[in-house]
Protein backbone atom coordinates (compact mmCIF):
# COMPACT_ATOMS: atom_id res chain seq x y z
CA UNK A 1 0.00 0.00 0.00
CA UNK A 2 1.01 3.27 -0.78
CA UNK A 3 -1.19 6.05 0.70
CA UNK A 4 -2.69 7.66 -2.19
CA UNK A 5 -5.01 10.69 -1.67
CA UNK A 6 -4.02 13.76 -0.55
CA UNK A 7 -6.05 14.03 2.99
CA UNK A 8 -5.85 10.17 3.94
CA UNK A 9 -4.60 10.25 6.78
CA UNK A 10 -7.23 12.77 7.92
CA UNK A 11 -10.04 11.29 6.22
CA UNK A 12 -9.15 8.00 7.80
CA UNK A 13 -8.38 9.60 11.35
CA UNK A 14 -11.94 12.04 11.01
CA UNK A 15 -13.62 8.35 10.69
CA UNK A 16 -11.65 6.67 13.33
CA UNK A 17 -12.86 9.68 15.62
CA UNK A 18 -16.54 9.91 14.56
CA UNK A 19 -16.94 5.97 15.28
CA UNK A 20 -14.91 5.46 17.94
CA UNK A 21 -16.08 8.02 20.23
CA UNK A 22 -17.30 7.49 23.76
CA UNK A 23 -20.95 6.86 23.75
CA UNK A 24 -23.51 9.33 25.08
CA UNK A 25 -24.41 7.84 28.31
CA UNK A 26 -27.98 6.99 27.27
CA UNK A 27 -26.31 4.97 24.29
CA UNK A 28 -24.49 3.42 26.63
CA UNK A 29 -27.41 2.49 28.69
CA UNK A 30 -29.21 1.60 25.51
CA UNK A 31 -26.32 -0.57 24.53
CA UNK A 32 -26.15 -2.62 27.76
CA UNK A 33 -30.11 -3.51 27.89
CA UNK A 34 -30.34 -4.59 24.07
CA UNK A 35 -26.93 -5.99 22.89
CA UNK A 36 -25.98 -6.09 19.62
CA UNK A 37 -27.67 -9.03 17.69
CA UNK A 38 -25.69 -11.87 17.21
CA UNK A 39 -23.20 -12.02 13.94
CA UNK A 40 -24.28 -13.96 10.79
CA UNK A 41 -23.10 -17.25 11.05
CA UNK A 42 -19.92 -16.81 8.13
CA UNK A 43 -18.54 -14.04 11.22
CA UNK A 44 -19.23 -17.02 13.73
CA UNK A 45 -17.37 -19.56 12.09
CA UNK A 46 -14.30 -16.93 11.32
CA UNK A 47 -14.16 -16.29 15.08
CA UNK A 48 -14.48 -19.85 16.06
CA UNK A 49 -11.95 -22.39 17.10
CA UNK A 50 -11.92 -23.72 13.42
CA UNK A 51 -10.25 -20.56 12.16
CA UNK A 52 -6.24 -20.89 10.53
CA UNK A 53 -5.61 -17.32 10.15
CA UNK A 54 -2.91 -17.13 13.15
CA UNK A 55 -1.58 -20.65 12.32
CA UNK A 56 -1.22 -19.36 8.37
CA UNK A 57 -0.06 -16.27 9.18
CA UNK A 58 2.73 -18.05 11.50
CA UNK A 59 4.20 -19.51 9.05
CA UNK A 60 4.30 -16.66 6.29
CA UNK A 61 6.08 -14.53 8.35
CA UNK A 62 8.03 -16.80 10.55
CA UNK A 63 8.78 -19.61 8.33
CA UNK A 64 9.00 -17.79 5.01
CA UNK A 65 9.72 -14.38 5.75
CA UNK A 66 10.14 -11.32 4.03
CA UNK A 67 9.65 -12.02 0.02
CA UNK A 68 10.02 -9.22 -2.88
CA UNK A 69 8.36 -10.63 -5.65
CA UNK A 70 11.33 -12.83 -7.48
CA UNK A 71 13.11 -13.97 -4.42
CA UNK A 72 13.22 -17.58 -3.57
CA UNK A 73 11.25 -16.86 -0.16
CA UNK A 74 8.86 -15.29 -2.99
CA UNK A 75 8.57 -18.82 -4.49
CA UNK A 76 7.90 -19.98 -1.37
CA UNK A 77 4.94 -17.56 -0.27
CA UNK A 78 3.37 -18.75 -3.63
CA UNK A 79 3.91 -22.52 -1.98
CA UNK A 80 1.90 -21.10 0.87
CA UNK A 81 -1.03 -19.62 -0.34
CA UNK A 82 -1.58 -22.95 -3.06
CA UNK A 83 -1.23 -24.74 0.34
CA UNK A 84 -3.51 -22.71 2.46
CA UNK A 85 -6.16 -22.90 0.10
CA UNK A 86 -6.55 -26.34 -0.42
CA UNK A 87 -6.40 -26.36 3.30
CA UNK A 88 -9.48 -23.92 3.10
CA UNK A 89 -10.86 -26.54 0.57
CA UNK A 90 -11.89 -23.86 -2.29
CA UNK A 91 -12.87 -25.48 -5.18
CA UNK A 92 -9.61 -24.98 -7.23
CA UNK A 93 -6.30 -22.92 -7.10
CA UNK A 94 -4.11 -21.88 -9.54
CA UNK A 95 -0.77 -19.73 -9.90
CA UNK A 96 -1.40 -17.38 -12.97
CA UNK A 97 1.18 -15.68 -14.23
CA UNK A 98 1.83 -12.50 -15.61
CA UNK A 99 4.64 -9.46 -17.44
CA UNK A 100 6.77 -8.15 -15.29
CA UNK A 101 9.54 -5.71 -16.65
CA UNK A 102 12.17 -6.35 -14.41
CA UNK A 103 13.50 -8.68 -11.67
CA UNK A 104 15.04 -7.04 -8.43
CA UNK A 105 16.08 -8.55 -5.21
CA UNK A 106 18.32 -7.24 -2.81
CA UNK A 107 21.69 -8.88 -1.62
CA UNK A 108 23.74 -6.28 0.53
CA UNK A 109 24.23 -3.01 0.83
CA UNK A 110 27.45 -1.34 2.79
CA UNK A 111 28.55 2.26 3.23
CA UNK A 112 31.47 4.17 5.13
CA UNK A 113 32.58 7.48 5.77
CA UNK A 114 36.55 7.11 4.94
CA UNK A 115 37.75 10.90 5.17
CA UNK A 116 38.51 12.37 6.90
CA UNK A 117 38.12 10.00 9.91
CA UNK A 118 36.55 6.66 9.15
CA UNK A 119 33.30 5.73 10.71
CA UNK A 120 30.34 3.24 8.84
CA UNK A 121 26.94 4.14 7.91
CA UNK A 122 24.14 2.23 8.41
CA UNK A 123 22.51 1.75 4.38
CA UNK A 124 19.61 -0.28 2.40
CA UNK A 125 19.45 -0.20 -1.11
CA UNK A 126 16.03 1.32 -2.52
CA UNK A 127 14.02 -1.51 -3.81
CA UNK A 128 14.40 -1.55 -7.75
CA UNK A 129 17.79 0.09 -7.63
CA UNK A 130 20.47 -0.76 -9.55
CA UNK A 131 23.99 -2.39 -8.04
CA UNK A 132 27.05 -0.09 -7.87
CA UNK A 133 29.99 -1.32 -10.13
CA UNK A 134 31.76 -2.78 -6.75
CA UNK A 135 33.12 0.07 -4.53
CA UNK A 136 32.18 3.38 -5.32
CA UNK A 137 33.98 6.15 -3.64
CA UNK A 138 33.26 9.55 -4.14
CA UNK A 139 33.10 13.01 -2.16
CA UNK A 140 29.47 13.67 -0.10
CA UNK A 141 27.50 16.97 -1.58
CA UNK A 142 24.87 17.83 0.52
CA UNK A 143 22.06 18.04 -1.80
CA UNK A 144 19.32 19.86 0.55
CA UNK A 145 16.08 18.64 -0.01
CA UNK A 146 16.76 16.99 -2.92
CA UNK A 147 15.00 19.17 -5.02
CA UNK A 148 15.57 20.23 -8.41
CA UNK A 149 17.09 23.43 -7.47
CA UNK A 150 18.77 22.08 -4.59
CA UNK A 151 20.94 20.31 -7.10
CA UNK A 152 21.10 23.17 -9.51
CA UNK A 153 22.54 24.90 -6.47
CA UNK A 154 25.48 22.41 -6.02
CA UNK A 155 26.25 23.18 -10.08
CA UNK A 156 29.19 20.92 -11.32
CA UNK A 157 29.97 20.00 -8.15
CA UNK A 158 27.25 17.35 -8.41
CA UNK A 159 29.39 15.45 -11.18
CA UNK A 160 30.61 11.68 -10.06
CA UNK A 161 29.53 12.65 -5.91
CA UNK A 162 27.12 10.82 -3.71
CA UNK A 163 24.27 13.47 -2.65
CA UNK A 164 22.93 13.19 0.62
CA UNK A 165 19.65 13.96 0.83
CA UNK A 166 17.67 15.26 4.11
CA UNK A 167 14.15 14.84 4.88
CA UNK A 168 11.75 15.43 7.95
CA UNK A 169 10.56 12.95 10.11
CA UNK A 170 7.88 10.82 8.53
CA UNK A 171 4.78 11.43 11.25
CA UNK A 172 1.33 11.02 9.21
CA UNK A 173 0.51 9.64 5.89
CA UNK A 174 0.32 12.98 4.56
CA UNK A 175 4.18 13.16 5.10
CA UNK A 176 4.27 9.37 3.69
CA UNK A 177 2.45 10.78 0.68
CA UNK A 178 4.79 13.61 0.27
CA UNK A 179 7.75 11.24 -0.05
CA UNK A 180 6.69 9.44 -2.57
CA UNK A 181 5.41 12.36 -4.52
CA UNK A 182 8.59 13.99 -4.20
CA UNK A 183 10.50 11.00 -5.72
CA UNK A 184 10.48 10.79 -9.03
CA UNK A 185 11.90 14.60 -8.98
CA UNK A 186 14.51 14.12 -6.91
CA UNK A 187 15.90 11.02 -9.25
CA UNK A 188 15.33 13.68 -12.34
CA UNK A 189 17.43 16.05 -10.98
CA UNK A 190 19.95 13.75 -9.52
CA UNK A 191 20.47 12.35 -12.77
CA UNK A 192 20.35 15.83 -14.63
CA UNK A 193 23.11 16.78 -11.83
CA UNK A 194 25.43 13.86 -12.85
CA UNK A 195 25.67 12.36 -9.17
CA UNK A 196 27.23 9.28 -8.76
CA UNK A 197 24.32 7.22 -5.83
CA UNK A 198 22.36 9.42 -3.47
CA UNK A 199 21.75 9.09 -0.18
CA UNK A 200 18.60 9.61 1.26
CA UNK A 201 17.87 10.22 4.88
CA UNK A 202 15.49 7.48 6.27
CA UNK A 203 12.62 9.58 7.76
CA UNK A 204 12.22 7.33 10.92
CA UNK A 205 14.12 7.52 13.99
CA UNK A 206 16.53 5.32 16.02
CA UNK A 207 18.30 3.38 13.17
CA UNK A 208 14.99 1.79 11.27
CA UNK A 209 15.48 1.18 7.84
CA UNK A 210 12.82 0.90 5.29
CA UNK A 211 12.18 -0.13 2.04
CA UNK A 212 11.31 1.90 -0.58
CA UNK A 213 11.17 2.42 -4.28
CA UNK A 214 10.89 5.12 -6.42
CA UNK A 215 9.95 4.08 -9.98
CA UNK A 216 5.86 3.01 -10.08
CA UNK A 217 5.61 1.03 -13.15
CA UNK A 218 8.04 -2.03 -11.86
CA UNK A 219 10.95 -0.15 -13.90
CA UNK A 220 14.54 -0.03 -12.89
CA UNK A 221 15.45 3.22 -11.18
CA UNK A 222 18.63 4.50 -13.27
CA UNK A 223 21.27 4.91 -10.31
CA UNK A 224 21.79 3.55 -7.04
CA UNK A 225 19.98 4.77 -3.93
CA UNK A 226 20.45 4.21 -0.70
CA UNK A 227 18.55 4.97 2.50
CA UNK A 228 20.90 5.87 5.63
CA UNK A 229 20.15 5.54 8.42
CA UNK A 230 18.57 8.85 10.10
CA UNK A 231 20.96 9.41 12.56
CA UNK A 232 23.71 8.82 10.64
CA UNK A 233 22.65 10.86 7.95
CA UNK A 234 22.27 13.98 9.91
CA UNK A 235 25.64 13.34 11.53
CA UNK A 236 26.94 13.64 7.54
CA UNK A 237 24.21 17.13 7.29
CA UNK A 238 26.15 18.27 10.57
CA UNK A 239 29.67 17.80 8.96
CA UNK A 240 29.01 19.30 5.80
CA UNK A 241 27.46 22.20 7.18
CA UNK A 242 31.14 22.68 9.18
CA UNK A 243 32.64 22.82 5.87
CA UNK A 244 34.21 19.52 5.83
CA UNK A 245 35.18 17.57 3.05
CA UNK A 246 33.83 14.26 3.30
CA UNK A 247 34.10 10.73 1.05
CA UNK A 248 32.34 8.23 1.28
CA UNK A 249 32.12 4.58 -0.09
CA UNK A 250 29.48 3.31 -1.05
CA UNK A 251 28.85 -0.87 -2.17
CA UNK A 252 24.88 -2.11 -3.38
CA UNK A 253 25.11 -5.49 -4.46
CA UNK A 254 21.25 -6.41 -5.95
CA UNK A 255 20.03 -8.93 -8.58
CA UNK A 256 18.99 -7.25 -10.95
CA UNK A 257 17.53 -8.97 -14.60
CA UNK A 258 15.29 -8.13 -17.80
CA UNK A 259 11.49 -9.04 -18.12
CA UNK A 260 10.11 -12.12 -16.45
CA UNK A 261 6.95 -13.68 -15.72
CA UNK A 262 5.40 -13.38 -12.15
CA UNK A 263 3.01 -15.05 -10.67
CA UNK A 264 -0.30 -14.67 -8.42
CA UNK A 265 -2.40 -17.22 -6.52
CA UNK A 266 -5.61 -17.58 -7.62
CA UNK A 267 -8.75 -19.34 -5.89
CA UNK A 268 -12.18 -19.65 -6.73
CA UNK A 269 -15.60 -21.14 -4.85
CA UNK A 270 -17.43 -21.25 -7.53
CA UNK A 271 -21.66 -19.34 -7.17
CA UNK A 272 -24.47 -21.83 -7.52
CA UNK A 273 -27.33 -19.76 -8.90
CA UNK A 274 -24.84 -16.57 -11.05
CA UNK A 275 -21.31 -18.53 -11.27
CA UNK A 276 -20.64 -16.31 -14.32
CA UNK A 277 -20.90 -13.55 -11.88
CA UNK A 278 -17.43 -12.72 -9.93
CA UNK A 279 -16.89 -11.06 -6.59
CA UNK A 280 -13.18 -10.95 -5.81
CA UNK A 281 -11.29 -10.65 -2.55
CA UNK A 282 -7.47 -9.82 -2.58
CA UNK A 283 -4.35 -8.61 -0.50
CA UNK A 284 -1.08 -8.69 -1.97
CA UNK A 285 1.26 -11.59 -0.81
CA UNK A 286 4.69 -9.56 -1.54
CA UNK A 287 6.11 -8.17 0.74
CA UNK A 288 9.54 -5.94 1.35
CA UNK A 289 12.24 -7.88 2.52
CA UNK A 290 14.05 -6.07 5.99
CA UNK A 291 11.38 -7.43 8.06
CA UNK A 292 8.83 -10.49 7.45
CA UNK A 293 5.46 -8.68 5.83
CA UNK A 294 3.13 -9.02 8.31
CA UNK A 295 1.29 -5.92 8.82
CA UNK A 296 1.83 -5.12 4.89
CA UNK A 297 0.40 -7.10 3.90
CA UNK A 298 0.81 -10.78 5.34
CA UNK A 299 -2.23 -10.23 7.66
CA UNK A 300 -4.43 -9.53 4.99
CA UNK A 301 -3.35 -12.41 3.02
CA UNK A 302 -4.24 -14.67 5.97
CA UNK A 303 -7.54 -13.12 5.95
CA UNK A 304 -8.41 -13.66 2.38
CA UNK A 305 -7.39 -17.40 2.82
CA UNK A 306 -9.51 -18.01 6.30
CA UNK A 307 -12.73 -15.76 4.38
CA UNK A 308 -12.19 -18.83 1.52
CA UNK A 309 -11.94 -21.73 4.81
CA UNK A 310 -15.36 -19.90 5.63
CA UNK A 311 -17.10 -19.37 2.70
CA UNK A 312 -15.97 -23.45 1.31
CA UNK A 313 -17.39 -25.03 5.25
CA UNK A 314 -20.97 -23.35 4.84
CA UNK A 315 -23.45 -22.50 1.97
CA UNK A 316 -22.18 -22.36 -1.52
CA UNK A 317 -22.73 -18.58 -2.84
CA UNK A 318 -24.96 -17.25 -5.19
CA UNK A 319 -22.00 -15.85 -7.40
CA UNK A 320 -18.35 -17.14 -7.28
CA UNK A 321 -16.06 -15.55 -5.26
CA UNK A 322 -12.39 -15.65 -6.35
CA UNK A 323 -9.58 -15.38 -4.02
CA UNK A 324 -6.31 -14.16 -5.39
CA UNK A 325 -2.83 -13.05 -3.39
CA UNK A 326 -1.20 -10.64 -5.73
CA UNK A 327 2.23 -10.19 -6.35
CA UNK A 328 4.37 -7.63 -7.85
CA UNK A 329 2.08 -4.80 -5.79
CA UNK A 330 4.96 -3.06 -4.10
CA UNK A 331 7.32 -2.58 -7.22
CA UNK A 332 4.50 -1.09 -8.93
CA UNK A 333 1.16 -3.05 -8.64
CA UNK A 334 2.30 -5.51 -11.41
CA UNK A 335 0.30 -8.84 -9.74
CA UNK A 336 -2.74 -6.89 -10.13
CA UNK A 337 -2.51 -5.23 -13.39
CA UNK A 338 -1.10 -8.29 -14.98
CA UNK A 339 -4.11 -10.13 -13.50
CA UNK A 340 -6.89 -7.32 -15.25
CA UNK A 341 -4.83 -7.82 -18.40
CA UNK A 342 -5.46 -11.47 -18.32
CA UNK A 343 -8.59 -11.26 -17.39
CA UNK A 344 -9.81 -8.49 -19.48
CA UNK A 345 -12.64 -9.63 -21.21
CA UNK A 346 -14.66 -10.99 -18.06
CA UNK A 347 -14.02 -7.31 -16.34
CA UNK A 348 -18.21 -7.16 -17.73
CA UNK A 349 -18.96 -9.41 -15.13
CA UNK A 350 -17.09 -8.37 -12.11
CA UNK A 351 -19.68 -7.27 -9.44
CA UNK A 352 -16.96 -6.14 -7.32
CA UNK A 353 -13.27 -6.30 -5.89
CA UNK A 354 -12.32 -5.94 -2.52
CA UNK A 355 -8.82 -5.04 -1.73
CA UNK A 356 -7.51 -5.07 2.58
CA UNK A 357 -4.28 -3.79 2.52
CA UNK A 358 -3.59 -1.41 5.64
CA UNK A 359 -2.08 -4.02 8.10
CA UNK A 360 -4.73 -5.19 11.16
CA UNK A 361 -6.15 -1.78 11.48
CA UNK A 362 -9.42 -1.59 12.67
CA UNK A 363 -12.18 -2.08 9.83
CA UNK A 364 -14.82 1.40 9.86
CA UNK A 365 -16.38 0.26 6.69
CA UNK A 366 -14.87 0.05 2.60
CA UNK A 367 -13.59 3.13 0.09
CA UNK A 368 -15.81 2.89 -2.52
CA UNK A 369 -12.94 4.55 -5.18
CA UNK A 370 -15.26 7.53 -6.13
CA UNK A 371 -18.71 5.58 -6.32
CA UNK A 372 -21.19 7.22 -4.45
CA UNK A 373 -23.53 5.05 -6.59
CA UNK A 374 -23.29 1.70 -4.91
CA UNK A 375 -24.34 3.35 -1.39
CA UNK A 376 -27.47 1.59 -1.27
CA UNK A 377 -26.27 -1.96 -2.38
CA UNK A 378 -22.98 -1.81 -0.22
CA UNK A 379 -24.85 -0.29 2.80
CA UNK A 380 -26.91 -3.48 2.55
CA UNK A 381 -24.24 -5.65 2.24
CA UNK A 382 -22.16 -4.38 5.24
CA UNK A 383 -25.67 -4.18 7.27
CA UNK A 384 -24.94 -7.16 9.59
CA UNK A 385 -21.31 -4.98 10.55
CA UNK A 386 -23.00 -1.95 11.67
CA UNK A 387 -22.99 -3.05 15.31
CA UNK A 388 -19.12 -3.19 14.87
CA UNK A 389 -19.14 0.34 13.55
CA UNK A 390 -17.18 -1.63 10.09
CA UNK A 391 -20.23 -0.01 7.88
CA UNK A 392 -18.76 3.00 7.14
CA UNK A 393 -18.24 4.53 3.64
CA UNK A 394 -16.09 6.87 2.38
CA UNK A 395 -15.77 7.80 -1.23
CA UNK A 396 -12.07 8.60 -1.80
CA UNK A 397 -10.53 7.13 -4.34
CA UNK A 398 -6.98 5.67 -3.93
CA UNK A 399 -4.01 4.89 -5.91
CA UNK A 400 -1.34 2.87 -4.02
CA UNK A 401 -2.82 -0.48 -3.99
CA UNK A 402 -3.94 -3.49 -5.93
CA UNK A 403 -7.65 -1.83 -6.59
CA UNK A 404 -6.31 0.73 -9.18
CA UNK A 405 -6.35 -1.35 -12.40
CA UNK A 406 -9.91 -2.21 -11.42
CA UNK A 407 -10.92 0.82 -11.50
CA UNK A 408 -9.20 1.79 -14.51
CA UNK A 409 -11.54 -0.59 -15.76
CA UNK A 410 -14.48 0.76 -14.21
CA UNK A 411 -14.85 -1.93 -11.74
CA UNK A 412 -16.55 -1.44 -8.88
CA UNK A 413 -13.34 -1.56 -6.38
CA UNK A 414 -13.63 -1.11 -2.49
CA UNK A 415 -10.31 -0.86 -0.21
CA UNK A 416 -10.81 -1.49 3.59
CA UNK A 417 -10.68 1.79 5.31
CA UNK A 418 -9.03 0.81 8.63
CA UNK A 419 -7.28 2.67 11.62
CA UNK A 420 -3.93 3.50 10.47
CA UNK A 421 -2.46 4.24 13.73
CA UNK A 422 -0.30 1.15 13.94
CA UNK A 423 0.40 1.20 10.34
CA UNK A 424 2.69 4.01 9.98
CA UNK A 425 5.56 3.01 12.52
CA UNK A 426 6.73 0.02 10.97
CA UNK A 427 5.60 0.63 7.19
CA UNK A 428 7.89 -1.12 4.74
CA UNK A 429 10.67 -1.44 7.49
CA UNK A 430 12.94 -4.11 9.16
CA UNK A 431 10.07 -4.05 12.60
CA UNK A 432 7.28 -5.16 10.50
CA UNK A 433 6.85 -8.29 11.97
CA UNK A 434 4.39 -10.78 13.45
CA UNK A 435 5.32 -9.47 17.28
CA UNK A 436 3.20 -6.40 15.94
CA UNK A 437 0.23 -7.96 14.83
CA UNK A 438 -2.94 -7.79 16.43
CA UNK A 439 -4.49 -10.95 16.23
CA UNK A 440 -7.62 -10.90 17.76
CA UNK A 441 -8.27 -7.35 15.97
CA UNK A 442 -6.77 -9.04 12.57
CA UNK A 443 -9.47 -11.91 13.03
CA UNK A 444 -12.41 -9.49 13.86
CA UNK A 445 -11.61 -8.07 10.40
CA UNK A 446 -11.61 -11.28 8.99
CA UNK A 447 -15.15 -11.80 9.88
CA UNK A 448 -16.22 -8.44 8.65
CA UNK A 449 -14.61 -8.92 5.25
CA UNK A 450 -16.45 -12.80 5.00
CA UNK A 451 -19.97 -10.83 5.94
CA UNK A 452 -18.72 -7.96 2.86
CA UNK A 453 -18.26 -10.27 0.86
CA UNK A 454 -20.69 -12.94 1.37
CA UNK A 455 -23.24 -10.42 1.29
CA UNK A 456 -22.20 -8.83 -2.13
CA UNK A 457 -21.95 -12.65 -3.85
CA UNK A 458 -25.68 -13.58 -2.20
CA UNK A 459 -27.37 -10.25 -2.82
CA UNK A 460 -29.87 -9.86 -4.95
CA UNK A 461 -28.60 -7.57 -7.46
CA UNK A 462 -25.21 -6.67 -8.27
CA UNK A 463 -23.39 -4.20 -6.27
CA UNK A 464 -23.08 -1.70 -9.14
CA UNK A 465 -22.32 -1.31 -13.08
CA UNK A 466 -19.38 -1.09 -14.77
CA UNK A 467 -18.05 2.62 -15.70
CA UNK A 468 -17.64 4.05 -19.15
CA UNK A 469 -13.98 5.25 -19.51
CA UNK A 470 -15.81 8.82 -19.48
CA UNK A 471 -17.12 7.92 -15.80
CA UNK A 472 -13.61 6.72 -14.72
CA UNK A 473 -11.87 9.72 -16.46
CA UNK A 474 -14.22 11.82 -14.51
CA UNK A 475 -13.36 9.88 -11.20
CA UNK A 476 -9.27 10.41 -11.42
CA UNK A 477 -9.83 13.82 -12.15
CA UNK A 478 -11.81 14.57 -9.35
CA UNK A 479 -9.95 12.49 -6.81
CA UNK A 480 -6.48 14.42 -7.44
CA UNK A 481 -5.48 10.68 -8.75
CA UNK A 482 -4.56 11.74 -12.54
CA UNK A 483 -2.24 14.11 -11.46
CA UNK A 484 -0.49 11.49 -9.12
CA UNK A 485 -1.03 9.17 -12.34
CA UNK A 486 0.92 11.91 -14.38
CA UNK A 487 3.65 12.57 -11.50
CA UNK A 488 4.32 8.79 -11.29
CA UNK A 489 4.34 8.59 -15.00
CA UNK A 490 1.29 6.28 -15.29
CA UNK A 491 -1.20 9.31 -17.15
CA UNK A 492 0.45 7.52 -20.93
CA UNK A 493 -0.47 4.21 -20.32
CA UNK A 494 -4.37 5.53 -19.42
CA UNK A 495 -4.49 7.73 -21.98
CA UNK A 496 -3.01 5.85 -25.11
CA UNK A 497 -5.66 3.10 -24.00
CA UNK A 498 -2.77 0.69 -22.72
CA UNK A 499 -3.93 0.48 -19.76
CA UNK A 500 -7.40 0.73 -18.63
CA UNK A 501 -10.94 0.42 -19.98
CA UNK A 502 -10.83 1.64 -23.60
ZN1 LIG B 1 0.75 -3.19 1.10
Redo the contacts with the bound molecule.
Keep these: ?2 PGIRRFGIVALAAASVLSGAPAPAARRKAAAAPAAAPPAIAAEVLSTRSRMDDDLRTLCDEIGGRATGSRAYEAALEWGKEAFRRAKVDSVELESYDAPAKWEGVRAAASVLQPRRFPLRVVSFGNAPSTRGTLMAKLVDAGNGTRSDFDRLGTRARGAIALVRTKPMTSFDDLFAEYLAGPEMLKAAQAGGVAAVLFTSTRPRDLLYRHTITFDGTIIPLPIAQVAREDGLRLARLLERGLDLTVSLEIENQVGGPWKGKNVVAEIRGSEKPDEIVLLGA ?1 LD ?1 WDLGTGAL ?2 GVNCALVVEVARAIASGPRPKRTVRFVLFTG ?2 NGLLGSRGYVAAHEAEMDRYDAVLIH ?2 GDGRILGYFTDGRPDIHGSLGQALAPVSGWGAAGMNDEAILG ?1 DNFDFLLEGVPNLIANQETARYLADYHAASDTLDKVDMAQARKNAAIAAVAVSGIANAPTRLGRRQSRAEISQVLEKSGIADQMRTYGLWADWESGRRGRR
Design positions: MRHSDNEEDIT
